[in-house]
């Protein structure tokens, strides 16, 4: 079929004349048969190919109608494939995701992780499509495509394929994260009491006032001074109490200043001290048994028991997604790759084939075969052309039914 341009007809044939046309054409006729020869489709099939053209990317989508050469057919058909590929290899890990966030032990989480992930295809199909008719007119329309949907959805995509291994198979170790990060907590707190016991509470400091400015006024008194025995028993009490064990004998406001200071600088000493053993205390523990959440279960059942199930699994599945996020991404800043083990090699892969991708579709977009399917112009002669072919075996129909007599 030649595209060039044609005088317009008077008149458009009619669809008799076009059905005709096909029917007697030596090379289109069997088209005609084999439009004939299709059953009409089930239902169940019909709803197949439904669902099916909503998840796999299709040739027509990436060109248009105008003039479709063999060529650019072949590369539709490439693009689309690999759109559909790309598609897939990232629904499976979102697919994963989601499911263990909506959860996955009940028909209604298997139903929103479904639905998001082909709303997901859906609309990456889509995109790509609208990429793909980026012809003059619509050029705008597809760079705000390719910057805001195309590359930022295609990362989405990407980093949660690689969350969905990680979260799937590597859930020993995010519990043992979680464990230790409860632990950590935990001896974080008591390292505050303990740095809030060693400060001196109120109490503790005006005794030591009291005592510090007691001392100052008996050295400046003489021995002979009156004064000086009455602020001596004050301060250290009477010389026949040398040898009372005021913790034991007396209550704390009977007992003299200085004496009452050393006391309670030794309580507070015993509970610094008694407080930091305890947390070196679990802290070694902690080091022996070399795993966390088994340290927390023994040690702090009521903790484990908010968190994680008695076997070990977390509670909340929002929880081993956030924790499993924040593992992935803590690896990543910290350069730790090689401890992402297959959660690192896919998405690596997704990352190189959504780039593929991205590339071949804007690529594609811009082939001059694509552009011309897309063409307007081109149609318009394509369109004068059939009218006149049409024109021409109308004008002849007459004389070829008088042979056919």
């Given at each position: ?111 929103t ?15 790509c499509?609208t990429?793909?008719?980026?012809r ?25 394929t ?37 400060a ?35 301060l250290?009490?009477?010389?026949s ?56 279960e ?67 977009s ?36 008088q042979?056919?007599?």
């Amino acid at each position: 079929m030649t595209t060039s341009s044609l005088p317009e007809p008077d008149q458009t044939p009619n669809v008799e004349t076009l059905l005709d046309w096909l029917e007697h054409h030596p090379e289109l006729s069997q088209l005609l048969m084999e439009r004939h020869d299709q059953p009409p489709l089930p239902l169940w099939r019909q709803s197949l190919q439904a669902v099916r053209s909503r998840l796999v990317a299709s040739a027509d989508d990436f060109h248009g109608t105008a003039h479709v050469s063999p060529a650019t057919q072949k590369d539709s058909q490439l693009v689309a494939g690999a759109v559909t590929a790309s598609n897939w290899f990232d629904g499976a890990g979102n697919f994963g995701l989601m499911l263990i966030a909506c959860g996955a032990g009940n028909p209604l989480g298997w139903l929103t992780a479904g639905v998001i992930t082909g709303v997901l295809f859906k609309f990456d199909k889509d995109i790509c499509t609208t990429v793909a008719r980026g012809r003059k007119g619509s050029r705008g329309v597809a760079l705000v495509a390719i910057l805001v949907g195309l590359l930022p959805l295609s990362l989405l995509k990407s980093f949660g394929t690689g969350l969905g291994v990680e979260v799937f198979q590597n859930r020993p170790e995010l519990q043992q994260v979680q464990a230790g990060r409860i632990l950590d907590g935990i001896i974080g707190d008591q390292r505050l009491q303990l740095q809030q016991k060693e400060a001196s509470d109120p109490t503790l400091l005006s005794v030591q006032k009291q005592c510090q400015s007691g001392q100052a006024r008996l050295a400046q008194l003489p021995h002979g001074d009156p004064r000086w025995n009455s602020l001596q028993v004050e301060l250290y009490g009477e010389w026949s109490q040398r040898r009372t064990d005021w913790s034991t004998t007396s209550r704390s406001g009977q007992r003299p200043v200085c004496v009452e200071q050393k006391l309670q600088e030794e309580a507070q000493r015993s509970r610094v001290g008694a407080a930091r053993r305890q947390i070196e205390a679990l802290e070694s523990q902690r080091s022996l048994l070399a795993n966390d959440q088994t340290f927390l279960e023994t040690t702090f059942p009521d903790r484990f028991a908010a968190t994680f199930e008695s076997e070990g699994q977390f509670r909340s599945s929002v929880e081993l997604v956030r924790v499993g996020i924040d593992n992935f991404f803590s690896k990543l800043a910290r350069g730790h790759w090689a401890a992402m083990g297959l959660s690192i090699y896919v998405l690596s892969f997704s990352l190189i084939s959504s780039a593929v991708v991205c590339a071949l579709v804007i690529a594609h977009s811009r082939r001059p075969g694509v552009v011309e399917s897309w063409s307007e112009a081109v149609r318009q002669r394509r369109d004068r052309w059939l009218a006149d072919q049409l024109a021409a075996y109308d004008a002849s129909s007459p004389n070829r039914r008088q042979e056919e007599l």
